[in-house]
């Protein structure tokens, strides 16, 4: 009998695998070869990266060669602390109002209804938070938890980044049919190569002869992960047929050295450029920096701050903890009051006139040394037209970003991370998207309108020109814009487009020229109105927010009353209303959520707030649009909502309110 080792099975397994996976490939017609960048070594980490990236994209097209090349692969390690709760009776902590909380007492208990108290009981449901300062009632210390055992540790933490560039061909007509950059991130090697992957195959931008042709020149020594990024960011705007030039280049030798197409006699092909982009003269830096940070953390427990504005600064100031005080009005001062109190006592400063201070928020901090990354770049980039030779546009690019690598997170300082390179890449595609969003305005997409059905309009151009949903055009007849219109449904040659504003007098013709636009009319966003209710009267100010075709989805107004009783000669009350409102079922039907508030004016000068309640209701209202295609319109409304005060919860119909009004909506 022939004994064979385990390792001489697995040697062959892995052999069979990767040959199969290649003669898969060549089996449909398609060829893949990985190729590297000099500064790139093949087996990176013990991982073969040769095998992995051709196992991973072999997924092509019949009749399609691939190459993958590898321009780069780095990985970035740090540390974080981590705090971890776990069940155990043994714990000193108690879970109350989303958060952990350390306990004295280990005692359970259990409400006894014939004491009407709580007695210990080892199996008991409750626990005596005893530390609960700012709990208003006694019977309020009594909470259900379990508990739990607090563990902190430091993890490490590790993302991997390969950059690649994708270049496929077509087999027929060796015409190069995409090239595509990518950057792929994970936390090893493996899942970056997959995420990479992800990225791929959601890029979609094949050639096409409707498309402008456009070549890209990046000066020598450009660095290489910008490079990528500009090139991934236009590739994703599928309007251009768009490349590399001297890439080009470096295929034509990857070929040439390669036994990729089966002869080194064929020359691939591409199209020549239209247009021609540079990108020259880039500045770049980084650095990190340290600084102290006041991070806080709401405590509604034990919490012994408030914050208080210094400039730009909010800093920590320390309170009287479990102390609620009131104003008396009778004896103009502030009185304890731990059940209805809204005001607490803080350590004033000696130039300071008062020390009480309407709050209902407190917190825990932590000064913190806070890592930061400063990143600054800047670039020319300049449009040519090849067969004109004109220079079409340039701008000058620059962006400054400030980056936090690691800060706190929670009251027991779990800590969040950031990488220097994820900033980096991050900042380099926020300076991509502006260079994107510049070039759109150089190359607006442009064809004719072939039907018109209403508010419909059917085009005669669509992914052939790298048309999407949502791009915005307008029509233009005899030199002037007649409408606007966005794009509903895209398909291979054609567009469905709704109209959502037409020129006042204008009509849309079939057969127009319509232009892509990035500016087009929209409603102001703002609501103005007047209303009585029973006790007084008011008005409403705000903002109201809409989608392109003028359908309102939410508002956020400010209201202001004044009662119609001011014969107090000792006080004179105000009410205050903020109002969130989300529209229901169309533009007529609003429910609302809100805060409310009185503001008390007394005579001798002294200002404070009161009756501090939540308020929810309903509104209706006659609102129809001035027409069709123009925003905005008056109507009257009727609102009915309820207030629950938090200083004295009761529920009374007294606290039921209905109002009528003016509404105008621009």
């Known amino acids: 009998m022939v004994r064979i080792s385990k390792t001489f099975v697995i040697f062959w397994a892995l052999v069979i695998f990767v040959f199969s996976s290649l003669s898969f490939a060549q089996g449909k017609s398609v ?3 990985v190729v590297f960048d000099k500064s790139v070594k093949p087996v990176y980490e013990n991982i073969d990266l040769s095998v992995s990236l051709t196992t991973t994209f072999a997924d092509m097209k019949d009749n399609t060669a691939r190459i993958v090349h590898v321009l780069g692969i780095s990985k970035e390690s740090t540390s974080r602390k981590v705090n971890e709760f776990v069940r155990d009776e043994r714990g000193d902590y ?23 108290t709580y007695v210990v009981d080892k199996y008991g449901r409750y626990v005596y938070l005893q530390e609960y300062a700012w709990a208003r009632k006694q019977e309020e210390k009594y909470i259900t938890s379990d508990f739990y055992l607090l563990k902190s540790y430091e993890i490490p933490v590790t993302n991997y980044y390969i950059y690649l560039v994708v270049t496929d061909i077509d087999l027929q007509t060796f015409f190069i049919k995409s090239i595509t950059p990518i950057v792929g991130k994970g936390s090893t090697v493996e899942r970056a190569i ?7 195959s959601t890029v979609v931008n094949e050639y096409s002869p409707d498309k402008v042709d456009i070549a890209v020149i990046f000066e020598k020594g450009f660095d290489p992960i910008l490079r990528t990024a500009l090139l991934a960011t236009l590739q994703e705007d599928t309007r251009y047929n768009i490349y590399d030039r001297l890439y080009i280049d470096e295929i034509m030798e990857i070929v040439r050295t390669s036994d990729l197409l089966g002869t080194e006699q064929i020359v691939v092909k591409f199209q020549p450029p239209r247009y021609l982009i540079t990108f020259e003269n880039l500045v770049k830096s980084d650095y990190q920096f340290t600084e102290d940070r006041y991070y806080f953390f709401e405590n509604p427990v034990n919490g012994a701050y408030i914050k208080k504005s210094v400039g730009n600064l909010d800093v920590p100031v320390k ?7 009131r104003y008396d009005s009778n004896t103009k001062r ?40 400063n990143t600054f770049y800047s670039l020319l980039m300049k449009v040519f037209d090849t067969e004109k030779g004109t220079l079409v546009g340039s701008r000058f690019f620059s962006k400054q970003i400030e980056t936090v690598l690691k800060e706190p997170v929670d009251r027991f300082g779990t800590e969040e991370v950031d990488f220097h390179t994820d900033a980096k890449i991050r900042s380099y595609y926020w300076m991509t998207d502006e260079i994107q969003e510049f070039l759109q ?8 309108i072939s039907q018109i059905s209403g508010e419909k309009a059917l085009l005669e151009s669509g992914k052939n020109i790298g048309a999407k949903p949502g791009y915005v055009f307008q029509s233009i007849a005899d030199g002037y ?8 449904r895209v398909y291979e040659k054609s567009s469905e487009a709704r109209i959502f504003y037409i020129v006042p007098g204008a009509d849309v013709e079939p057969h127009s020229l319509v232009i892509e636009t990035k500016q087009f009319p929209d409603s102001l966003g703002m609501r103005f109105g007047f209303f009585i209710e029973k006790e007084a009267y008011g008005m409403k100010i705000g903002y109201i927010q809409s989608n392109i075709y003028g359908n309102y989805q939410w508002s956020l107004t400010f209201s202001f009353s004044t009662p119609y009783d001011t014969s107090s000669v000792d006080k004179m009350i105000s009410p205050v209303a903020f109002e969130f409102s989300k ?6 039907i609003e429910l609302l959520l809100g805060t409310s508030f009185n503001i008390v004016s007394e005579s001798s000068g002294a200002s404070y707030i009161s009756d501090y309640g939540v308020l929810i209701g309903l509104a209706l209202s006659s609102y129809v649009r001035n027409s069709v295609l123009a925003y905005g319109g008056i109507c009257f409304y009727t609102e009915i909502n309820y207030t629950i005060l938090l200083s004295n919860f009761e529920l009374s119909p007294n606290n039921l309110n209905l109002s009528i009004g003016l509404d105008m909506r621009f």
Do not use: C, H
Request: overall charge positive; proline content about 2%; aromatic content about 24%.
């Open 319 to 325: 309170v009287e903890v479990g102390s609620y005080y």
């Open 441 to 448: 305005l150089l190359f607006p997409l442009s064809t004719a």
């Open 334 to 373: 502030y009185v304890f009051d731990k059940e209805k109190g809204s005001y607490v006592k803080y350590y004033k400063g000696p130039w300071e006139k008062d020390n009480y201070v309407y709050e209902t928020r407190f917190y825990d901090y932590i000064l913190y040394k806070v890592t930061k990354l």
């Open 31 to 33: 060829k893949i070869e």
């Open 194 to 200: 997959e995420n990479a992957r992800k990225i791929f």
């Open 583 to 588: 529209f229901l079922f169309g533009d007529n």
């Open 481 to 488: 814009t007649t409408s606007f219109m966005r794009l509903e």
């Open 94 to 116: 108690v879970y109350f109002k989303g958060n952990y909380y350390k306990i004295g007492d280990k005692r359970r208990y259990t409400y006894d209804e014939k004491q009407k």
